[in-house]
Structures are given as structure tokens and as C-alpha cells.
């Protein structure tokens, strides 16, 4: 599959105008951390849960995958912060990478 390359001022338009669009929603995002589970499940209508994406892909690097049919997203569980708090930044930012997905 052939991905178009998307300029970053793109990409930065549009995550402002999905923390706008989430705000009128849902109330204003004043400060980080942004809510990205939330936007997910919430404001995209997507199901979020855990899996074992490193055996299911047979891929050590793969830690979150989008199923845009199935309007589903996958962490991969070793990033659940609930049993592994300290790396609770790569969680959050893999949550917010997938919505990324869904958006562009």
C-alpha cells in the first residue's frame, strides 16, 4: 500500500481541528495530556483494547494497529499502563498515533 506523504503543517491543522472538534464536544482540552482514549472511544465511536500485536504481526515493533473496517484499535499489552506504569508516555503516544491513523 502507497501512502501519501502529508506535510507537517498538514498534519498540524488537522490535530487542531480534532482537539476543536473534541472540545465543543466534550469540553476544551486546556492543558496535556490530551485525552486520546477518549477520542478514540468517544469521539470516534472506536472500540480500544490490548493484544499480543508482537506475535500477532510476528513483529517485535509493532505496539498499535487500526482496523478502519472493524473501527477498532490495538495497543499492544505490553504498553498497558495499569501493569506497567513507567512507560505510560509511549502508551499515551501510541494511543494518539493510531487516532492519527483514523484522522489522516
Not at 4 to 31: C, M, N
Not at 72 to 88: A, C, F, G, M
Request: net charge negative; proline share 6%.
Amino acid at each position: 500500500m502507497h501512502v501519501k506523504f502529508l506535510p507537517e503543517k498538514h498534519i498540524e491543522r488537522a490535530a487542531s481541528e480534532l482537539l476543536f472538534a473534541y472540545g465543543q464536544r466534550f469540553g476544551a482540552v486546556a492543558a496535556p495530556p490530551v485525552p486520546a482514549e477518549e477520542i478514540i472511544e468517544c469521539h470516534f465511536g472506536l472500540s480500544l483494547g490490548f493484544d499480543d500485536l508482537r506475535t500477532r504481526f510476528a513483529d517485535s515493533g509493532i505496539l498499535g494497529a487500526t482496523w478502519i473496517a472493524d473501527k477498532k484499535v490495538l495497543i499492544d499489552q505490553s504498553l498497558d499502563p495499569t501493569t506497567n506504569p513507567r512507560i505510560e508516555g509511549r502508551y499515551r503516544f501510541t494511543v494518539a498515533h493510531e487516532a492519527g491513523h483514523w484522522v489522516l
